[in-house]
T-cell receptor, first 111, second 112 residues
Framework: EDQVTQSPEALRLQEGESSSLNCSYT??????LFWYRQDPGKGPEFLFT???AGEEKEKERLKATLTKKESFLHITAPKPEDSATYLC????????????FGTGTRLQVML | EAQVTQNPRYLITVTGKKLTVTCSQN?????MSWYRQDPGLGLRQIYY???????DKGDVPEGYKVSRKEKRNFPLILESPSPNQTSLYFC???????????FGPGTRLTVL
């Protein structure tokens, strides 16, 4: 069974304190890994797609990287507005149109 | 404005009373999907549709039905809701496949 595990479950940072979120997966033959941001009471918002090991993508203070077994979302000098739950997802081994999401990392950035 | 809309946004109902949650997108997307989100379990896919008249089961399809008669609409039907279907539901769409999905605002359903 395909599995996606995110860690930590929750993370509290001071403004400006950089850190990384982890997403590990057991899907064989990865056909993409997706990162989303979700604010309380709202639907997830797409951030990145990564397709191959070694690939990196950046958006403002966020950088996503991918290895053969996991992905990291690096947050550099975070601001309070970066507070959200970050979700990763991978397509299933058998059907690329079927997605498995991790349970997310709840990030809180304090002033 | 490109968007995915869901109605209703909030619904309280009773066990066994059939209900439909509508989902509509204005981006001419081929792929649409329904998810439920529960504390500790994350987002789980209920059904998805690759195109008109093409639907398939996700991880948790039991107790749900869908249809895709038009490209823009993908309603979720609960024919006999039960309390374990109390959840936050999201509809999503994408141009093709499961990549870069646009999510709706969510429907909070309570089944008493």
């Amino acid at each position: 069974e395909d599995q996606v595990t995110q860690s930590p479950e929750a993370l509290r940072l001071q403004e400006g304190e950089s850190s990384s979120l982890n997403c590990s997966y057991t899907v064989s033959g990865l056909r993409g890994l997706f990162w989303y941001r979700q604010d309380p009471g709202k639907g997830p918002e797409f951030l990145f797609t990564l397709y191959s090991a070694g690939e990196e993508k950046e958006k403002e203070r966020l950088k996503a990287t991918l290895t053969k077994k996991e992905s990291f979302l690096h947050i550099t000098a975070p601001k309070p507005e970066d507070s959200a739950t970050y979700l990763c997802a991978v397509p299933d081994t058998g059907t690329a149109s079927k997605l498995t999401f991790g349970t997310g990392t709840r990030l809180q950035v304090m002033l | 404005e490109a968007q995915v809309t869901q109605n209703p946004r909030y619904l309280i109902t009773v066990t066994g009373k059939k209900l439909t949650v509508t989902c509509s997108q204005n981006m001419n997307h081929e792929y649409m999907s329904w998810y439920r989100q529960d504390p500790g379990l994350g987002l789980r896919q209920i059904y998805y549709s690759m195109n008109v008249e093409v639907t398939d089961k996700g991880d948790v399809p039991e107790g749900y039905k869908v249809s895709r008669k038009e490209k823009r609409n993908f309603p979720l039907i609960l024919e006999s809701p039960s309390p374990n279907q109390t959840s936050l539901y999201f509809c999503a769409s994408s141009q093709q496949g499961a990549d870069e999905q646009f999510f709706g605002p969510g429907t909070r359903l309570t089944v008493l």
